[in-house]
Nanobody, 117 residues
Framework: QVQLVESGGGLVQAGGSLRLSCAVS??????????MGWYRQAPGKQRELVAV???????NYADSMKGRFIISRDNGKNTVYLQMNSVKPEDTAVYYC?????????WGQGTQVTVSS
C-alpha cells in the first residue's frame, strides 16, 4: 500500500522560507509514479494545485507560486520536496502531497503552513 507522509510545516514569517518533505513508502521507487505534486487548501477554499513534477523531471507551477516555490524529487530517498521562498500570508494553508500513477491517486494527510504578517 502506497503511503505519503508530509513533514516540514509550521509557522513562518512573511518573506521567510520553509521546506516541505513528502516521504513515499510502499513502492519500489517514486520514479515509477507518473507525477508527484503538492496541493494546498486554505480555510473555506477549494484545494488547489501548487506544483507538480513528472517522472521525467518536468515541472509545472500555479501562477502565484512561480518564481517563489521549487518542487524537486530525490528518487533514491523516495521523497518529494517543496521549497517555499518569499512566503506570503496568503500561502497559509494545509499542504498535501499527491501522487498520480495511471488510474491511481495517492494523498498524504497534509501539513499545516501558517505565514504571519
Amino acid at each position: 500500500q502506497v503511503q505519503l507522509v508530509e513533514s516540514g510545516g509550521g509557522l513562518v514569517q512573511a518573506g521567510g522560507s520553509l521546506r516541505l518533505s513528502c516521504a513515499v513508502s510502499g513502492i519500489g521507487s517514486i520514479f515509477s509514479i507518473n507525477a508527484m505534486g503538492w496541493y494546498r487548501q486554505a480555510p473555506g477554499k477549494q484545494r488547489e494545485l501548487v506544483a507538480v513534477i513528472t517522472s521525467g523531471g518536468s515541472t509545472n507551477y500555479a501562477d502565484s507560486m512561480k518564481g517563489r516555490f521549487i518542487i524537486s524529487r530525490d528518487n533514491g530517498k523516495n521523497t518529494v520536496y517543496l521549497q517555499m521562498n518569499s512566503v506570503k500570508p496568503e500561502d497559509t494553508a494545509v499542504y498535501y502531497c499527491h501522487g498520480l500513477d495511471g488510474p491511481y491517486r495517492y494523498w498524504g494527510q497534509g501539513t499545516q503552513v501558517t505565514v504571519s504578517s
